[in-house]
Each structure stands twice: as structure tokens, then as C-alpha cells.
């Protein structure tokens, strides 16, 4: 690709969503260039189209990499920065909710549309009904976290698997909709997990195959009853055993949604900032946090006595295996649209679906200033890696896991923020958080080294990575099977000309 | 193809499998050709491969179609009939339990193996999980069932949802593993819904794209506590409102399995047998049976007090709605393998995974003589034809559309067996199931007629059929998007020659 494909490109973009929505500015190239860590791929331009429609012209017309992107806050793993170089195609202008029912649960979107909007859409509405909410940043895209495969809080934290009816504008300019959405008037259209046939749902998740101009999310009820459960423990040696009847409570269906377990200096990145130095000594953490790590578990109910029970329960099961255990419960009828909880603990307002900027603020933790009111990582030189390893959820592999990363954060000269997200029945995922000052000498790539550090450390136990920044895309270990010519001819038949966001998830075979 | 053809390709066959593995013996081939409802593809020869690197052999060999079958009971909706002439891949042989996990509540398995192998196994591993069974045959396949997204007891009775790394051999004899199995060691291989990058899993459920000889099935817990709430109603117009209970209990969490909703007549087949006439009226079917509508919920929780306030709140949701209510519960520790109800109700045993013949038995309602004691409906000439509708979980749409379907059914001269399975939060599935005695003169024709006046019914507001019976394979509307064109591509990119199962959930474009 020349810079002159690049600009030709552009001019062909402008006549399909008109010249405003087309932008080749060198300083804002510059800044949509930018994430959190040192990235490669450059930006050559952005384009916004305002419709679907839109969106498959630009398709059709687009004979040079575009990397599409909804809310730009993919913080820590990439912002909106292409693998490789490419024009934006930037999403952000299809922000419509396009349809909503309260007795059934769900909610229509563009991709354009975030946890913000969303969470006042529902308020507003006077809605029941909550959306799981990423612990990230509250104008990100619902749609695009979910095709991330990201987290979220409550019921339906697992966010994939509560997304259905996708709208996808394929590289050809073909248009595919998942599901019973296929055809017109399905009364089970954003309702049904598969459809009837192949489901292709899976194809549109961490891929370059398609991109997604509509979905649907299931959300959840406001509970009548929310429990929190939060324990610590003093010791690793204790955590393991806490993780494995965390797994039985998963799997007997007591607790129904993500538990977050944080290390003490996760903790500690909260409420301090250290511009200066190495990293804390664990003497000195243990001082200032007391324990060693922290969890929350949160339990939805139907009922207040549903929702007591099933308190005890857990309290029943951890009590013996921790330091340390609270719960607090609110029972009642959520007035529509707002919690039950009081909004002043972030925490519990996160786990009935109010996004929250407090996470955002420990990205902060070694910067020279305390975080500016308007936060942007990308523009303020905060520097954030992470990794996102997947664990069986066995309290032994884990606190293995878990010791070794703290080692190797340490050895590279980061604090070793630490998170544990038993995110499901089987498995865990483990969030080992780089954060440092992009603008300290060498901190770009101390910590490009420690990221590939931990990815090889996890990869020797055959922990992989289930989620990828950047500098992961390209170094996951080859498959054992025929998967990558196979994913390759699937993206051949689904993109012949190869445009949609090469090098992402796409696993090229070594040559 | 000519039988010149699917002769030569036996003889290459033999050459892998050995040749008492391959069968072109008539009699054994009529038998094969043969299901409980009049089809047109003809089996022109039987392949049994005795491993997974046989199947890639056979794979590469293959310039025939060929039609994969496991436990061969997809009785009602096909058996093991292809929809166009083929060469069986019996998958029978492939019947190995390969791997479990007591902790993480894992089983992996051959599509061989059957549910009540399963159940053997479980038992006698003194295990204390048990897996979602279906209501069909206990000699069907689990991992077929699964595939075909097929519903089953207990918390994971969304079967397709609880499978995860599947092995699978494409046409081109190239073989995949989803998920996080494709990497050698990964340590979260069957445990992970997604693994890294696009989620290929989808393709290979309804669909003629891979050959699954291998896949783990996540097992659920037996529960501490097990309740069962039978509720009836007197009237249809009282339906409605307790399927729309229902849903507000399935989405607030209460309800973690599927109800079955059963009518009148649906119950009298499974006591009765009525060998000759017109189908029952309305009024005598009221008489013997008492109510209209029977319904089964069940719940499992990890502790007595939760589980006595999931009853508590089922019961009160439901009570002043329904007509009659009773509830059932156990409560105590499930010995190794066993249930903790007594068997000798079949239907509580299902819901602890024992798998049993009591719905089978009802296919024989319309036949003359009683259920033999090795009961083949196939080879008995037994009648069954289901369609299965997928609705939203909304009382009024159901009830619509079950009095039509009702209608319909009597119309054609079939008995109305309808079983509504509220099988997730926002979708019901509605089965039809024409029952009749193939013996009988234009019984075959008739039910065909009932099938699809039945899902044009349904498909006139907009209920689609979710899963297929052969005469539906070619049956559904057009899709308002480029769905087919895509499928097409895909297909071609997998399976080159498309000798696999042609006409199976493949949408062709209209010529």
C-alpha cells in the first residue's frame, strides 16, 4: 500500500459518506495512532459513514486495509490502533438504539452505541431491565466489547453469549444477519440463540470477517434482591481452596455471575499513585492494604428469601477458607431505572449495570499528575498492557499461575497488578495489568518485554491467552491441526480481497 | 451418481475400514432407507470407520456423498435417512469415553457413545455429575443430539450450549478442534467456551460442514436439592398468563431448566393406545384426561434452604394462576451416581439425567399391536412426523398459535399431540407431533400434507421451525439477505466436492 492508495481510497470514502465524515488531518492521524503502549500500525484516515448502507458502499469501494472501530476505548490491549496500516472506518456515528422490549429483554443497537448511552437509554425508559457492564471505560461500545468477548456484570456478564441478531456488513458489500434474523418478520428474530442452520455468529467474534452494524443484547431484570459478598485472604496459600469452592458454586448454580478476586497492589492502584521508582516491595504493600487478596461475589434474586439463602450459602462455603468476610444485601423493588443499591459505591452500582469511570482512574497510578477530569490514556501518555490469560478454575493451577506472574512483573520493574476474574464454570481469567508512564525512558519497551514475558510464562503451562493486545496478535503458538489454512480459506471466501482488518485474530500461517 | 459409482467408492471404502466394515447388503440397505415418515433418499451402501484418521481417509476418498450417523434415533425427523442418496458413515463404532473430569464437570466422547452409556459410565464412575439427557431414545447419540441442538434435563439442557472442543474431520479430510484445543497442552482446551479468535463451533451444529468425531459435553452437578412443581390448567385461556410466569422465572433465574407444557392429548398417548378411528374429539379427550394443559417444572439448588425458596417462589408465581399445583422435593446427598429421587417415576429420573423409554412408547399410540419389548419404531411402522416451532416466550402469541395448530392437525386427521418446551428465557419451543401407523393406507401421504400445512401455518406469523425434519430441509422462506450466497461460499470452502451430507441444512439459493 502506497500513501497514494491510501488517497484515493479517501476520495472514493468521501463520495459515499460525504466530505465532513472524512478526515486525513495529520494531527488527528497522529492521535488515532496512539494507544497505550508503542503500536506499529498507522492510521491513513478515517472515515465515519452514518448507515449500514454506508458502510457496504465503503465495502465494495475499499481496495486498501480499513480497520473498523465503535467506541475507540479498547484500553490496554489497543485502543483504536490497526495491527497494520489502514484507514479507520470509524462506527461512532451509527449510535442509534434501534429497538427496545421490556418484556422480553432485549435491546437493539448500532455499534455506535455505549454503556453510557445505553444505561440512560434504560433509565429514561423507566426500565426494569439492566445491561451487563464492562469494568472499562463507560463510552465504549456495547456491541464491540461483546464481540470482543468481553466481560460484564451480572447475569449476563459473559457478553458474547447474550448478543444475538447480528447485522454483518461482509468485505464483498454482502449483508448477513445471524439467527432467525435471516428472514423477514421472524417473530424470534433477536430472540433465539441460533436460528435453524449453520449458526455463523461465532465467525463475526475476535475476527476480521465481517463487520457487525447491528445486534441485539439480552439484558437482565433488575434483581428484587442483590447480595455483595466481599472476603479477603491473608495468604496465597489460602486462595486456592477460596477459587475451588468458587468453582462448586459456579457450577451448582448458586452464583450466576463474574467474582473478582484482586491482588493488593490491584488494591492499592485504586486509591494511590506512585509517579517514581521501582515498584512497591511486598512488605510494603502488605503495610499499607493488609490483606492479600480481595474478592467480590454478587448474587441475584428473584426473591429476598431466594436471595438469602443463597448468601448463606456462599457465606457457608467461604467463611472457613478466608480472613475476612462481609455481606451486604438490599432487598426491594428497584424503582425503574435505578438501582437498589445507592450509586455512591462504584462497585455496587457497576453490578447493577451503572458504567463507571473509577477503574479508569488506577491506569493513572504512575503517572507524574493526578488524572485529568476528561480522562483519555491514549492522549495523556498513560502507558497500559494487559494481558488476558484463561486458567482451568482450579485454585491450585492458579495460585501457580498467579506466583509466577507476580515474579516476572517484578523482574521487569512493574508492579505486579494482578486480577482474577472467575468469569465462568471452568475457567478463570487472569489479568496480569502492565501500567506505567509512557513517557519514562524505555517504559514503551520494558513493557513490551514484560507483556511477552508473561504470555511465555502462562504459554509454559499451556495458559493462552484468550484475549489479545496488539503485540499478541501475531504470537500465539501454531495450532497442532489444520485450523489456520482453514481459517485462512474462510477469510478468503469471506473477504477475497483481503481488506478487513488484516492482522487482526487472524493467525496467518509462518511462512 | 450411478450405483457404479457408490460401488466403486465401497471398494475403496473396504480398503480402510476393513471389509467387515462396509455393508451393500440389500436387505441391511432397505432397512437403512427406511424412517418413520415417507422419504426419498436411498442409502446405497454402509461405511463404519473404527477411527478418527479413518474418517480423514474416507473423507479423502470420497467422491459420493456421503451421510454422517451416530446413534441413528432421530426418529421423528429422519432417523437416519439421508435427504438425497448417499453412503451412511456410520459413527457407531466411534463409541470411546475418552476423558472425564470429576472437578470441572467435563466428559469427553466419541459421537458413538450414547446417552445411556453416559449414564452407565457416570454411574459407575460413582460420579457425582450427571448430563443433560434428551427425551428421545437413550440409545441416541449425546454428541449428535448436541450438534442438532437438541434439548435435554437440567441446568444444561441447552445441549448445544454445554459442548465445546470438538474435533472435526471436513471434507477435505483436513481436521480443526474448536476452541482452545487446537494448541497442543492448552490447559483449558474443554473447558473454555471460546479459546482465541473467530469461534468455529457454529458451523458444525445443523450443518453439513465437518464430521464431529470428538467433543467434551460439560456435565452439571447432581443437585443437592431437586424440586418439581406440576402444575395444570383447565381451559387454554388460562395458558397464557402462566407462560409468561414462566418467562419472568426463567429471566429472573429461578428457573435454570426447561418446563414442558404438555396437552391433553399429548398425555393420553402415553397411557392410552387408540388403534383405528378419527382422532379423539376435544370433549372425550377432556373427559379421560381432566385438565388441558399439564406442565413440569424443575429445580436444582446446591443448598435445601435454596432450593425450598426457588419452590416457594415458583409456587407463588404460578399458584393463582393455574387450575392445580403440586410440588415434589428431595433434598439430601445424591449417593455416587445415583439420583436422589426414586427412579420408578421416569420423569424425575430424566431430570437426574437417568435416560428412559417412556416417551417412546407414546409413538405407538395409533399402531395395533402394544410397543414390543425392543421397540424400532423404524422397523415397527410406526408414524412420526414432528415440527419444531420456535416462538417468542410470550403467552398470548403461543396460545395463538397452538389453537391453530391444533386445528390444523385435526384437519388432517391426526390426534393434536402438542408439547410447548419453555427451553430458554425468551424462546418456546412448540413440537407438533403427527403420530400415526405407517401401515395404514395414505397414512404416509397424509402426515406429509399435516408437516407442511403445519409450518406454513407457523410461518404465516413468522414462527419458524427450528430444528428439521427431512421435508422441511427445502422448505423455509427465502432469507431477505445474501444468508445463502455466504453459505454457498463457505460450504465450497470446506467441502470442495460437497460430498458431505448434501441437502442437510443447506439452504440452496432458488435456481
Redesign the interface.
Known sequence: MSPGDFAAFLARAAAVVGREHVSADTAELDRLSTATFATRGRVFGRVSPGSPAEVCDLMRAANVPLYPVSGGKNWGLGSRVPPRDAVLLDLGRLNRIVDFDE????VTLEPGVTFRQLHAFLCERGSRLFAATTGGSPDGSVIANALE?GDGSG?NG?R??HLTALEVV?PTG????TG?D???????AT?????????????????N?GVVTRATV?L??L??FLGAVRFAVARDSELGPVL?AI???R????L?SAVGVWNDYRVLSVTERRPAGAPLSRQAVAERVGHRWFGLASI????R??G???V??VE?ELRPLVTSLDTAVECGDPRAGHELFPTDDPALAFLQGVPHEASLRSLYYRKREDPPRQMDPDRDGVGALWVSG?????GE?IVRATTEVERVMLAHGFDPLVVLLCH????LQLLPMIVFDREHADADARALACHDALIATLAA????????ALPAMGG??P?????S???A??K???DPLGVLAPGR???PPPR
Not at 454482502?174 to 444477519?177: A, L, P, R
Open positions: 418484556d422480553l429483554a432485549t468477548r447475569p459473559d458474547a453469549l461482509l454482502e449483508v448477513v444477519h432467525f435471516r428472514f423477514q418478520g421472524a417473530s424470534t430472540l433465539h440463540r441460533y436460528g435453524v442452520g449453520p449458526a455463523l455468529d461465532g465467525l463475526f467474534t475476535q475476527s470477517l439480552w437482565a431484570p434483581p428484587r475451588d468453582r462448586r458454586l457450577l451448582d448454580g448458586t450466576r441475584y434474586a428473584g426473591s428469601k431466594l438469602e439463602a443463597a448463606d450459602h457457608a484463561a486458567l482451568p478454575l482450579r493451577v465462568a464454570e471452568r475457567t503451562d499451556g495458559h493462552l491467552p484468550q484475549r489479545l500465539l503458538p495450532p497442532r491441526d489444520d485450523f489454512a482453514v481459517l480459506r474462510l478468503q471466501a469471506l485474530y487472524d493467525f
